[in-house]
């Protein structure tokens, strides 16, 4: 047991993120092929504009399974063989969506792209593991390096619409399954990274760890704490996701529907999912410096913003397009930085013991949110229209302000408390953990 704090160092930790920013980097190529051309897809195979947002509801809803699977596998046997897990499944889906567009069968393309959805997942769990082995101080910053990551492939893949649907045409493919070509390949690859490189295992080191640092005594606060924290982490993804999978499922369908192409409408995308993840970073230092309830206040305002523009937005011509694009810039870091805050509270609040799952659990209200966000989004938008759908979204952002504001008020004590029960991640603690507790009385002479 004395050896095993030693490796826990920064070492460690940069070693797991470099894995994690590996597999993130391909993921997100994957992850697009869903966001990109599922409506579609889904448009073309059923004809009907109402339930183009059926695929975004289908992945969304298989998300939530996949969260609840990832997570009790993850709490039983590490992250590894869960995080491994979830991109072989994603990959399953994505060959799924492939043959069933070919074959034009209906219901296995639904199936398929619940498979999908139940996998793609993974890339939005992650952000757990690389805040596993990260100090308090840091977690914001380690949860958005892992989001970052995503970037990468994220804004590639729906720039590689044009390319991906050719290759797919020359196979002899519908062009809309180009996407899902690459996914299937980058998620396998993101699968093989995890499964031969995510050694040590960050959570199974961090609860060894905690185990090894904590005093008996550290569950007091603790149902507090859980309750303020992960609650309201959770409340605040879940109204970003919501808010986002609303509006973005439906702008490809609104593009098209105006005489734009299915490249132009990848483009836009392909920006608002590089506005969802590039600004990871500088999200998680904000919610270090500044703190968590702050960030997520403002997310509540950049959602509204990208909300009201996007239902102003003219829908044809170049400042149509400009517009929208910028409307999905403000709704992609507005969903960031509701994720990113959210996340750094259900990490800092979560139990030991009990940590995988309280994260799936939050996510699971994500993936909720998001089946309820895409199959809503069609109905409005082919009863009411898009500008409509926007302004609901819109209304809906503003709710996370006064729940941050409750959180703050009914928390005067809790910025403290969890500084010291999450620190025995570092080899410092067993005493500091139990110091705040009692220099207060032993130094005074009355005792």
């Known amino acids: 047991m004395p050896g095993t704090p030693q490796r826990a160092g920064p070492k460690t930790q940069r070693r797991v993120l470099t894995v994690l920013v590996a597999s993130q980097a391909l993921g997100g190529a994957g992850m697009a092929a869903g966001i990109t051309v599922g ?16 695929p975004v509801a289908l992945f969304t809803a298989g998300a939530a399974l996949g969260v609840l699977l990832i997570g009790r596998i993850s709490e039983q046997w590490g992250r590894r063989p869960g995080l491994a897990l979830g991109h072989s499944i994603a990959a ?5 969506v492939i043959v069933a567009a070919w074959a034009r069968t209906v219901p296995l393309l639904l199936v398929a792209l619940f498979v999908y959805g139940a996998g793609t997942v993974t890339g939005l769990l992650a952000r757990y593991a690389g805040t596993d082995l ?4 840091k977690r914001g910053r380690a949860a958005g390096t892992v989001l970052l990551a995503t970037t990468f492939g994220a804004v590639a893949g729906p720039a590689l619409v044009g390319p991906t649907g050719t290759l797919a045409a020359a196979l002899g493919l519908p062009r809309l399954t180009g996407p899902f070509l690459l996914a299937a390949v980058a998620y396998s690859a993101a699968a093989l990274v995890i499964a031969l490189w995510l050694r040590p295992d960050p959570l199974l080191l961090a609860r060894e760890l905690r185990r090894h640092a904590a005093g008996p005594q550290a569950g007091g606060q603790r149902g507090r704490r859980f309750e303020t924290g992960v609650v309201t982490g959770a409340a605040v993804m879940i109204c970003g996701q919501l808010v986002m999978i609303a509006v973005m499922t ?6 098209t529907q105006h005489g734009h192409s299915t490249q132009a409408a990848g483009v836009v995308i392909g920006v608002h999912v590089g506005a969802m993840f590039l600004p990871s970073a500088l999200t998680g230092l904000l919610v270090d410096r500044l703190g968590s309830l702050p960030v997520a ?4 305002g950049v959602l509204l913003a990208a909300s009201l523009l996007a239902a102003l937005a003219p829908p044809t011509g170049a400042a149509g397009i400009f517009a929208l694009a910028t409307a999905l810039v403000l709704l992609g870091i507005g969903w960031n930085m509701a994720l990113v805050s959210g996340t750094a509270m259900v990490a800092q609040a979560a139990p030991a013991e009990a940590g995988a799952s309280a994260q799936g659990l939050a996510d699971v209200g994500m993936s909720v ?16 229209g898009y500008p409509l759908l926007a302004v609901c979204g819109g209304v809906l952002a503003l709710t996370v302000i006064p729940l941050t504001a409750r959180a703050a008020h009914h928390r005067p004590n809790a910025p403290r408390p969890p500084e010291n029960p999450v620190n025995p991640v570092n080899p410092v603690n067993p005493v500091s953990h139990e110091k705040p507790e ?10």
């Open 438 to 447: 009692n220099p207060v009385n032993p130094v005074n002479p009355v005792n």
């Open 134 to 137: 990260a100090s308090p101080e």
């Open 39 to 54: 409506a579609l897809l889904a448009q073309d195979l059923l004809g009907s504009t109402g339930l183009a947002g059926l």
């Open 250 to 255: 439906m702008t490809p369908v609104h593009l």
């Open 297 to 300: 206040a403002s997310s509540g």
């Open 369 to 384: 949110a998001g089946a309820t966000g895409g199959l809503a989004s069609g109905l409005v938008v082919a009863g009411a």
């Open 92 to 96: 399953l889906g994505s060959i799924g």
